[in-house]
């Protein structure tokens, strides 16, 4: 799977995990020089609190596109160290 932003490929795994129709793709996939962590928090009832990046690519700025749980609850553990995107990033 790829996660591709502005034409260019911001995470690409064979080991994603699809949870509420999102790929979650491993940390230590995405390309980080595209991402930067910004102060947005939302909770999910049964996920917990997700954290978010920004993703610049090329000068073009998608915010809060990617989020993770840093500490999901436990029925969302398989998700904990993973990335999922939104907001016109494809997954592919």
Do not use: R
Not at 33 to 60: I, P, R
Request: proline residues 2%.
């Amino acid at each position: 799977m790829q996660a591709i932003w502005n034409d260019v490929v911001i995470a690409e795994s064979n080991d994603t995990v699809v949870v509420d129709g999102n790929h979650y793709f491993p940390f230590d996939s995405i390309k980080q020089e595209y991402f930067k962590k910004t102060e947005l928090t939302t909770v999910c009832g049964w996920k917990g609190m997700a954290n978010y990046y920004s993703v610049d690519v090329n000068g073009k700025i998608n915010k809060d596109c990617a989020w993770y749980y840093a500490e999901p609850n436990d029925a969302a553990s398989k998700i904990k160290g993973m990335v999922a995107f939104w907001n016109g990033v494809k997954v592919e």
